[in-house]
């Protein structure tokens, strides 16, 4: 067995295990069923260049709920979970949170919304006040690329 075939063997087993977010949401934000932060998986390579994007709203721009949110990317290719192709991944919407463990699969809740299918936009209900988005592309088993590919933090204020 290759080097690569293990490192896909492990991430298909990694994503039976934790699924689109399976368990439930712990205060940490990482699941009840996932392992500790410190064991990390195995992770895919970006594509040199590779970037994603929030192309809507814009930085700064001042909206209602709910939020109509557009996804973008370049260098690599939007894919479904449980797909292990080389430069894809699917997007993962960071709502007011940050990425804690880069080496580990995105939890999802609330702040963590997994976009599984292959989506390329959204719309979310949102409370009045400020609220920062990112975009984070995550492989087949929703772990983060190696070097991560993040989108620029974009703050919106809801009115």
């Known amino acids: 067995m290759t080097a690569r075939s293990t490192g896909i063997l492990i991430s298909m087993l990694t994503l039976l295990l934790t699924g689109c977010g399976g368990g439930e949401p712990t205060p ?3 699941t009840a069923d996932s392992d500790s932060a410190s064991d990390s998986v195995a992770r895919a390579s970006s594509a040199p260049g590779a970037a994603v994007f929030i192309i809507s709203p814009v930085n ?10 557009k996804f ?7 894919t479904p979970a449980g797909q292990f192709t080389d430069n894809s991944g699917h997007h993962h919407l960071l709502v007011d949170s940050g990425l804690e463990h880069p080496d580990q699969p995105i939890p999802s809740d ?19 006040g ?3 988005l990112q975009l984070v592309l995550g492989d087949g088993s929703h772990t983060p690329h190696e070097p991560p590919v993040m989108s ?3 703050t919106i204020t809801v009115e």
């Open 28 to 30: 940490g934000g990482t």
């Open 60 to 69: 700064g721009a001042t909206v209602s709920s709910p939020v109509a949110i």
């Open 72 to 78: 973008g990317i370049s260098g690599m290719t939007v």
């Open 110 to 128: 609330a702040g963590h919304l997994h976009f599984g299918k292959g989506q390329t936009e959204t719309t979310i209900e949102l409370e009045a």
């Open 130 to 132: 400020q609220h920062t």
């Open 152 to 154: 620029d933090i974009v």
